[in-house]
């Protein structure tokens, strides 16, 4: 039986692709390259990576001398800068979702790659701060997607069998940590996104969360 749902953050509940790689562009001109610097795959295939790994390629494509600590705070900086006038809405369906699944008493939790300051800011300004019992964000594991330790800590705090929970993801990598977890998965893509996804390897993909009904989790048994 599913007791609980596990929410993925970007590109899945909010689309912000363009402020992280505006910010990621920004951080190579601070050091004196151009973002096309960068290997192809990392400008365009880096969906569902924690944002430390993210930047510690960049670091390491670019032969920086400089510590990841401080492009981490440089890319955080500029995130918060640019979400400062960003008006943000979540992405079709999600708020309906998340209403509908509180309502009949699933547990909902938050399995984040993102940077547990950018994602509370995130959450924060949508409305949904105390929408996630659990929060599970890309410091809190060795290992990020595609790895299954983040699905497999969140069900650890959850308290909950992997078969108990049903994951939400956008990216390939999300969805191959979820599966790798032992957890059903429901894949949604983000029709906006710079690299198509798959999801070959989820349970069910859906167009967006407009078409998700409680109904759909009596196949996962």
């Avoid at 943000?88 to 999600?94: F, L, T, Y």
Wanted: with cysteine.
């Amino acid at each position: 039986m599913i007791r609980a749902a596990i929410f993925d953050l970007d590109e899945l509940i909010i689309d912000l692709e363009i402020i992280h790689k505006d910010a990621e562009r920004q951080i190579c001109i601070d050091y004196g390259y151009s973002f096309d610097a960068l290997s192809q795959d990392l400008r365009f295939n880096s969906s569902g990576l924690r944002e430390n790994d993210i930047l510690e390629r960049i670091r390491q494509e670019l032969n920086l001398s400089v510590p990841i600590a401080e492009l981490i705070l440089r890319k955080q900086a500029l995130f918060a800068d640019s979400m400062i006038n960003e008006v943000i809405q979540p992405m079709p369906g999600v708020p309906e979702t998340i209403r509908s699944l509180q309502s009949n008493g699933y547990r909902l939790a938050l399995t984040s790659s993102g940077s547990r300051p950018r994602v509370e800011m995130v959450i924060k300004r949508l409305g949904l701060l105390d929408a996630f019992e659990i929060t599970v964000c890309g410091e809190d594991v060795r290992v990020g997607k595609p790895d299954p330790e983040p699905y497999r800590l969140t069900t650890e705090r959850l308290r909950i069998l992997p078969s108990e929970g049903v994951v939400f993801e956008d990216a390939d990598v999300g969805v191959q940590s979820a599966k790798a977890a032992g957890l059903w998965c429901i894949g949604v893509p983000n029709p906006a996104a710079a690299t198509k996804q798959s999801l070959k390897q989820a349970d069910l993909v859906l167009t967006d969360l407009t078409h998700f009904s409680l109904d759909l989790f009596k196949q996962f048994q």
